[in-house]
């Protein structure tokens, strides 16, 4: 539960954790803006957030100094750059129009991934610190919360292939599996289901054995084998194997003909029927939980694929979450439909803390578009708007934070050829998200072409992704912007309808 809590800050300077460096005083030679010079600053730094600035550079690397997300999450570079304390040496300084650009390179999704990771690797190096200062800072870089927290395993609530990952304990009432018999059977793993599927009927065998040793040794059928004047009431039974040998042969319908049952006693005809009805009900109870734990659905999920990362970029002017699913078969799911889920612990304001509490995430319910065709690989998108949790959160409190994100398709299998299923059983594929595991300012690559006159998947281009242009801040940044900008706008437009009146020629 604790694993879901938010991460630390990583500028811990602003707290008092450690001392912050004094500002440098200004060059002698340095000369002072205006009043003017400092508006356009302003006015640049105001831009900046907004996507599709004019003068935001386009070439490779990140700005140094910014907690931009990385093109390579394991790169050096990232690790050198993630919880740098405040005295360490400062980057060189970037013009303002940089604060809210990562400076991601725009790839074309036809460029070869090695050349494409080539590039980044070579734009995104930085300068590494020398001196003394400079091994002072790898030190503490090191030992930072952040970067332990890093090389700590992560405890994830449902895995990658879908497992949830909860244990349950100290149940008191354990009866009440046995009151669903057939459920908790089916549940069993495969090694404990065989080994009640066979116990089933060797320990009924050997009972119902035992019952036919006593009955003929009671009777003194075993004394009195090979007497042509004794009327025995069971044949042939000489000893306990031979009595556990009429048994298999009486349930499972054999029938050898040396053994068997006479009409001489009442209680040996009685026995066999009861054996009858006994093993029938174990045959239709085993054989059907055998036929529903062969036939479940669960085995379908494993066709069902979901892209590694998710992203995040912008579409239609309007940041969103997306990320990808397939289905491999070539028999495709009916009424498919996708679901998110949002796992991560809070504090309320009354102080009570609520562990791993699941919020939804809207994938167009709304609007329908949670319902899939899943013929070939579409792209799960979620807007990022001021319903979703992710309102307020930049490339650099996505870093701080501690969340995870379930995934869950859920749709109907097709009817197979067999008329016992005719009938489609609902299959669910799961799979879940980790905030290391999203990629600010990323798309995914297109897998399908047109070929011969089909549409033609490519499957080795499912997980691949290329960066594209993003701005860092948070959709509720960006929105505050454009109203600004269009709050701007409608004032110059109205000064300008102002100053052109009173020149408006009068009228005849």
């Not at 002072?32 to 400092?38: I, L, N, P, Y």
């Amino acid at each position: 539960m604790l694993a879901y809590l938010p991460r630390p800050p990583t500028d811990t300077s602003r707290y008092g954790t450690f001392p912050q460096k004094p500002d440098l005083p200004a060059a002698p030679g340095a000369p002072v803006e205006d009043g003017g010079q400092k508006a356009a600053a302003a006015a640049a730094k105001r831009g900046a957030a907004m996507p599709n600035y004019p003068s935001a550079p386009c070439h490779g690397g990140f700005v140094p100094g910014e907690p931009l997300l990385p093109p390579s999450r394991g790169s050096l570079s990232a690790q050198q750059h993630r919880g740098r304390p405040s005295w360490c040496p400062p980057p060189a300084p970037q013009e303002a129009a940089a604060r809210f650009y990562p400076l991601r390179a725009l790839s074309v999704a036809n460029i070869p991934n090695s050349a494409r990771g080539k590039t980044s690797a070579r734009s995104s190096t930085a300068p590494a610190p020398e001196g003394l200062q400079g091994r002072r800072c790898k030190l503490l870089e090191e030992d930072s919360p952040v970067a332990q927290a890093g090389r700590r395993q992560r405890q994830r609530y449902v895995t990658k292939v879908g497992k949830c990952q909860v244990n349950l304990g100290n149940i008191q009432d354990k009866k009440r599996f046995l009151s669903d018999i057939f459920t908790t059977i089916v549940d069993l793993k495969y090694r404990w289901f065989l080994f009640v599927f066979m116990m089933c009927y060797v320990v009924t065998w050997v009972v119902f054995g035992f019952i036919y040793f006593l009955d003929a040794w009671v009777r003194g059928d075993v004394w009195h084998q090979g007497d042509p004047e004794w009327q025995a009431c069971i044949e042939n039974v000489d000893g306990f194997v031979s009595a556990l040998l009429l048994s298999v042969e009486s349930q499972r319908t054999i029938g050898y003909g040396t053994r068997m049952v006479t009409a001489n006693c009442a209680e040996g005809v009685i026995l066999l029927i009861a054996q009858s009805i006994v093993g029938s009900m174990i045959d239709a109870m085993m054989v059907g939980c055998m036929f529903v734990k062969i036939s479940r659905p669960k085995k379908r999920a494993q066709t069902l694929i979901f892209s590694k990362n998710c992203v995040i970029s912008l579409r239609d002017e309007k940041l969103c979450l997306m990320f990808r699913v397939g289905d491999l078969r070539e028999s495709h799911m009916v009424d498919a439909k996708i679901r998110a889920k949002l796992i991560k612990s809070r504090q309320t304001a009354e102080g009570e803390f609520i562990p791993l509490e699941q919020s939804e995430l809207n994938l167009g319910y709304d609007t329908g578009e949670d319902r899939l065709f899943l013929v070939e690989p579409q792209i799960i998108c979620h807007v990022i708007n001021r319903h979703s949790p992710f309102w307020d959160m930049s490339a650099e409190s996505l870093r701080r934070e501690q969340f995870e994100i379930i995934i869950i398709l859920e749709g109907i299998v097709e009817a197979t050829g067999n008329p016992v299923l005719a009938t489609g059983m609902t299959c669910q594929a799961r799979t879940s998200y980790t905030e290391d595991e999203i990629l600010w300012g990323y798309r995914f690559e297109p897998c399908m072409s047109l070929e011969k006159g089909a549409f033609q998947v490519d499957y080795s281009r499912f997980e691949m992704t290329f960066e594209v242009q993003t701005p860092a801040a948070s959709a509720k940044e960006l929105q505050e912007l454009r109203e600004l900008e269009q709050q701007e706008h409608s004032t110059l437009s109205l000064y300008w309808d102002q100053l052109v009146q009173p020149c408006a020629l009068p009228g005849p």
